[in-house]
């Protein structure tokens, strides 16, 4: 279900309302006459309903009760429904929400609790909730969350590798901020309470890109002011910047925003990248040395930042070193053997070492070769060719560039010094 603006929300993910939760539950069994039925029901309910229509035994842990007997006209036993909306805790930090439905009652647990009376108030736009009911239900859900939960979860943890992390990063089901570190929250953490300034930093963006880029500008510095954890304010005050060729600017603003929200790795990261793109590469090598993120260790592309930190700086022993660090991480990534390439280019022609020479030609022709529609490796492996006096070669690479790049303007430029 979308919410479509209903209590504020213009998506799903955020609220647990009836705009997402209730929708059609749709089965077609065969020998099964056509019906509907207006009691609600739970994901849990649908394997325990597909082993009862398939006549195979329920496995034992299953923790939902089969819909054939409502499907078949008879009655079963009215159990609360569990239901949570996490990802404002683990991707913003904010408040956790959790909730249950029970007949036609319905109870959302955050810092501010709602109840609502779906009978009389199905849009739940009317509060019911006193501090003696909100207790009542919260130790009701306490007690639910402790049946349902699984005795191992602690011990289930697991890092998944790299090809599991693109593929669930794909589908829009991994997201790159920290968990939440705090144990407590109050009505300032509540869900109801910060959306409103996320909504706000979303219609910022659609203002950027409209052309009203100074009311951009103002409306998210607002939001800064007044909510000082909304971290996509930071990161999305920061893209207008750098789009407006200030780069100083954006490093400062993601600074600011890693004071206030100093457990937000996706602000950090952007604050990295940043700060390359504004040249400030000691910076850059020193914030990565003295944080202490978890995603560091496994982050391809933060080493490969720091690489080319290293790369600017002359240091290409070290630059080499770091790019070999995350091709270890993941070696599927054409842009760090293109990089590896330009940085075994670089200090052969400060060392004369035919050994370093011989190793940026193998990392441009394996970019390349993990992508052959990426133009840069060409525009390399063509430098390398001409610095070789294989002129044949270095325009082959250097055309090949062009095609796939038309407006490639360093290949251009030594196109044409190459035909003269």
Aim: hydrophobic fraction near 35%.
């Amino acid at each position: 279900g979308e919410s479509l603006g209903d209590h504020g929300e213009s998506t799903h993910g955020f609220f647990a309302y009836n705009s997402t939760l209730w929708i059609p539950l749709i089965m077609d069994i065969p020998g099964k006459k056509p019906g509907s039925i207006k009691e609600s029901v739970g994901h849990v309910d649908i394997f325990p309903t597909v082993c009862d229509v398939l006549g195979i035994e329920r496995p034992r842990s299953l923790q939902g009760e089969s819909l054939l007997p409502l499907i078949d006209g008879k009655s079963r036993s009215k159990k609360p429904i569990y239901f949570e909306s996490m990802y404002p805790y683990y991707s913003r930090g904010w408040a956790p929400l959790r909730g249950l439905l029970h007949g036609q009652e319905k109870f959302i647990d955050s810092p501010i609790p709602e109840l609502f009376d779906l009978e009389q108030d199905f849009r739940e736009l009317k509060n019911l909730v006193q501090a003696k009911t909100a207790e009542a239900y919260k130790k009701q859900l306490d007690q639910i969350t402790k049946d349902l939960s699984y005795e191992g979860a602690a011990k289930a943890g697991q890092t998944p590798d790299r090809e599991s992390v693109e593929k669930l990063k794909s589908l829009g089901y991994l997201a790159g901020r920290a968990a939440s570190k705090k144990k407590s929250f109050g009505p300032d953490d509540d869900v109801k309470t910060l959306l409103p300034y996320n909504n706000k930093s979303i219609e910022a963006m659609k203002l950027y890109e409209k052309g009203k880029g100074d009311e951009a500008v103002k409306a998210l510095k607002e939001v800064i002011a007044q909510e000082k954890l909304l971290d996509n304010a930071y990161s999305n005050l920061a893209i207008i910047y750098e789009k407006e060729q200030k780069p100083a600017e954006a490093v400062q603003i993601l600074k600011l925003g890693m004071e206030n929200i100093p457990e937000s790795y996706e602000l950090f990261f952007n604050y990295i990248t940043a700060a390359v793109d504004a040249g400030l590469f000691e910076e850059a090598i020193s914030s990565v040395k003295s944080k202490g993120f978890i995603q560091i260790e496994q982050d391809p592309e933060l080493w490969n930042k720091i690489g080319i930190c290293y790369s600017s700086l002359g240091k290409y022993e070290q630059a080499i070193e770091t790019f070999e660090r995350a091709v270890a991480l993941d070696s599927r990534l054409p842009v760090l053997f293109n990089n590896l390439g330009l940085t075994y280019l670089s200090l052969s022609l400060k060392t004369r070492d035919s050994k370093s020479f011989l190793k940026s030609l193998e990392s441009f022709k394996k970019a390349i070769e993990i992508d052959p529609s990426y133009p840069q490796p060409y525009n390399g492996l063509g430098t390398a060719y001409r610095q070789q006096g294989n002129l044949d070669g270095a325009i082959y690479c250097w055309e090949k560039a062009l095609e796939l790049k038309s407006d490639f303007g360093p290949v251009i430029y030594n196109l044409g010094l190459a035909y003269m």
